[in-house]
């Protein structure tokens, strides 16, 4: 795979072809590299089959991550203790939160990129490419799957305040860029859009979890600082751009627009 295939993808649609469905596909996947290259021939309809499969969807994107992005440094003698505790802890099911050793947060080293279509309230689609800044690639394989049950979108259905966000640990920050050149155009009409309301757009995506996407502009000054000190080590956050922050989707009673 190279990173022009994995670009060329949207990660939320699933895995290919049935010879990766059926009960061999709920084992160890013997060649994760076939079943990400057929992922990326397949019809859509074949794609989302695949992507109810915990073990295939884990494979997928662990090859189109790693084929976007270059490999991290091997570890130093002083990190191998903890090298070795990651590569015996067991893997979180799909969707769930990835503690890294010692409890801290996976940083640069779990850096994803690829391509994310959102909406706002199911239409003005604009297609996303979406780099993981900081925080737990397994939120971004559950993102994925939300949107394979949704003809591949993440809808954008309420505003919320930047405040309500800021009191939020967030669990995954993407930075979104648009796809091509002639996605700017509507990509600076989402950026404007949530900037003139001061708002972060969501897009629920569990009972638990919730994207919102933030305009990364001043009026979000407060809002970007506790970002970067919630992630250290991640690099600065981009400013006049679209983030993608995953984090505990707004309690029922938090103040909550529908987005028009």
């Not at 949207?10 to 057929?38: F, H, N, Q, S, Y």
């Not at 893997?91 to 080293?109: D, F, I, W």
Request: hydrophobic share 45%; net charge neutral; charged share 15%.
């Amino acid at each position: 795979l190279t990173s022009s295939g994995v670009a060329a993808v949207a990660p939320a649609i699933g895995a290919a072809g049935a010879a990766a469905t059926g009960p061999a596909a709920a084992k160890e996947v013997e060649d994760p590299a076939g079943v990400a290259m057929r992922f990326l021939h397949a019809a859509r309809e074949a794609q989302t089959e695949m992507l109810k499969d915990e073990s295939v969807a884990r494979a997928i994107l662990q090859q189109l991550g790693s084929a976007a992005t270059p490999s991290p440094p091997p570890p130093s003698a002083a990190s191998a203790p903890a090298a070795a505790s990651a590569a015996t802890s067991p893997a979180p099911a799909l969707g769930q939160a990835a503690a890294a050793p010692g409890g801290q947060r996976l940083g640069p080293s779990a850096t994803w990129s690829g391509r994310m279509s959102l909406t706002r309230s199911s239409t003005k689609q604009i297609e996303l490419q979406a780099t993981l800044l900081d925080g737990k690639v397994q939120l971004v394989e559950l993102a994925l799957r939300v949107a394979a049950s949704n003809n591949g979108t993440l809808n954008i259905s309420h505003r919320v305040p930047f405040d309500d966000l800021a009191r939020r640990i967030p669990g995954a920050i993407l930075s979104l860029s648009p796809m091509t050149a002639q996605q700017q155009g509507a990509y600076d009409d989402y950026l404007r859009y949530f900037k003139t309301k001061v708002r972060c757009g969501v897009s629920r995506l569990d009972d638990n979890d919730s994207m919102y996407i933030v305009p990364s502009c001043e009026e979000a000054a407060a809002l970007l600082k506790n970002l970067e000190v919630a992630a250290p080590n991640a690099p600065p956050l981009p400013r006049n751009a679209l983030l993608g922050v995953i984090a505990a989707a707004p309690a029922g009673t938090a103040p909550a627009t529908a987005v028009a």
